[in-house]
């Protein structure tokens, strides 16, 4: 039985700290109640009181990792229906279905390991690979386990085979690199919750709709096995967001154990246009694991972008580092730029300036994640600090010009920047960013 707030709140340190993000202890205490934030957001909590505590600090919905190492994918572990609620916790998988009789089975693998992609500062990438039983042969299956192991070593692994021999024998084969198992049935339940107990590895159950699968997992959870991922036999778009929302909500506002475990949809389409949309569908709406058929560039960057905006932090700005980076090889005569540290201006803005083949200094101001207009407007990229930045990033050791171009869109600035940086010059540079490489070449010729 869940506990209550206060219930909680007994068990807490009660120093109200501050630490855990909350005013007070009693705060805390009952937005762990409500499943909102997690018992480890407590640095001073005992171990009696984790011990004790138990489902209260668990989220509401398992989380454990596909895979092993720095790539392996973890799943599971969100808290709200809403992003504007919390950030969503763990970006869903996006994974490729190979079938045991494809002749492309180590191309489309390579493929997988060479998909990863730099977007805003994050590496995005295929995240697993499905390997389907179709031909019925276990040999044959237990082949193309093994080369699609070999030639994607970092991707997650999802064994798509209903045969409890050959899963087994596939499972075995690649034990070490924890592997999910699909799928449990209610006609396998019991062999293919053997084999992953054995073995280690987490289990997909699937069932037609939720109530179907909240009395499979309750019979896979029985047999001993405790990660397990759902799959609600949902194919189109309304299922998909029917299904997955009633899973979601079960897990969070009903607090029902039976759903709270992530979900995977199957979304296998010859269209590859349609199998996109299908993909978008279920990435916005809860899916944990999307499993596409192909995996062509121009899909993955346009499902890997709709994943990134989903699963960044609303309340939060992206941002990059403050401090002043080498675009080039630049020398002490180089040009030096200044700009904020939203994560989209820093990427347009160095774009360019790479575009322009000018070695460049560009210097990268924390206005806590706001563009140049934004940060201008709320008082955070004024003269006063640009020059105090200046001063204190060292940069003036690195540049004999003492000049600092300014964006166009703040030109207003140039004349108290040079107040407050006495021997700099102040130049305006271009408004839009793509003006950049003429501003910069016309500079040395």
Not at 407 to 429: C, F, R
Request: with cysteine; charged share 25%.
């Amino acid at each position: 039985m869940a506990l209550t707030g206060v219930q909680i709140f007994k068990l807490l340190p009660k120093t109200n700290c501050k630490k855990c993000g909350f005013p007070t202890c009693l705060a805390f205490a009952m937005k762990l109640a409500q499943g909102g934030v997690e018992l480890s957001a407590c640095p001073d909590v005992s171990e009696e009181a984790k011990n004790t505590l138990g489902a209260a600090s668990a989220p509401p919905i398992r989380s454990f990792a596909l895979g092993t190492g720095e790539k392996a994918v973890k799943i599971g572990g969100e808290t709200v229906l809403f992003r504007h609620e919390k950030k969503f916790i763990n970006p869903c998988a996006i994974a490729v279905n190979i079938k045991d009789n494809d002749d492309n089975i180590a191309a489309t693998a390579e493929k997988v390991a060479g998909s990863e992609i730099d977007r805003v500062g994050q590496k995005l990438r295929v995240d697993a690979v499905s390997i389907e039983c179709a031909s019925n042969d276990s040999a044959k299956y237990g082949e193309a386990v093994k080369l699609v192991a070999e030639k994607a070593p970092e991707a997650a692994l999802i064994l798509n085979c209903k045969d409890a021999a050959a899963a087994e024998a596939a499972v075995k084969a690649v034990a070490g690199r924890k592997p999910l198992l699909y799928c449990a049935t209610g006609e396998n339940a019991e062999a293919m919750a053997g084999i992953a107990k054995a073995g280690g590895v987490p289990l997909a159950v699937c069932a037609e709709g939720p109530e179907a699968l909240s009395a499979l997992t309750e019979k896979i959870k029985g047999l001993g096995v405790e990660d397990i991922v759902l799959d609600s036999g949902a194919k189109n778009a309304k299922d998909i967001i029917e299904n997955n929302t009633q899973i979601r909500r079960a897990a969070l506002k009903k607090s029902f154990k039976p759903l709270g475990y992530p979900i995977i949809n199957y979304v296998l389409r010859d269209d590859p246009v349609f199998e996109a949309s299908i993909a978008s569908v279920a990435i916005a709406r809860y899916a944990s694991i999307v499993v596409v058929s192909t995996i062509e560039k121009w899909k993955n960057l346009a499902l890997f972008t709709l994943r990134q905006n989903i699963y960044t932090d609303p309340q939060v700005p992206m941002q990059v580092e403050q401090k002043v980076y080498k675009i080039g090889e630049p020398v002490t005569g180089s040009p030096l730029m200044i700009t904020t540290n939203f994560s989209l201006t820093y990427f347009i803005v160095s774009g360019e300036v790479e575009n322009s083949k000018v070695p460049s200094w560009l210097a990268v101001m924390d206005c806590e994640g706001l563009s140049v207009l934004t940060a201008w407007a709320a008082g955070k990229f004024t003269a006063a600090k640009i020059s105090q930045f200046i001063k204190e990033s060292g940069i003036e050791d690195s540049v004999s010009s003492r000049e600092l171009i300014i964006p166009g869109q703040v030109a207003i600035l140039s004349g108290a920047l040079e107040d407050k940086l006495d021997g700099w010059k102040i130049t305006v540079g271009p408004r839009e960013a793509n003006a950049i490489p003429t501003f910069l070449k016309s500079r040395v010729n």
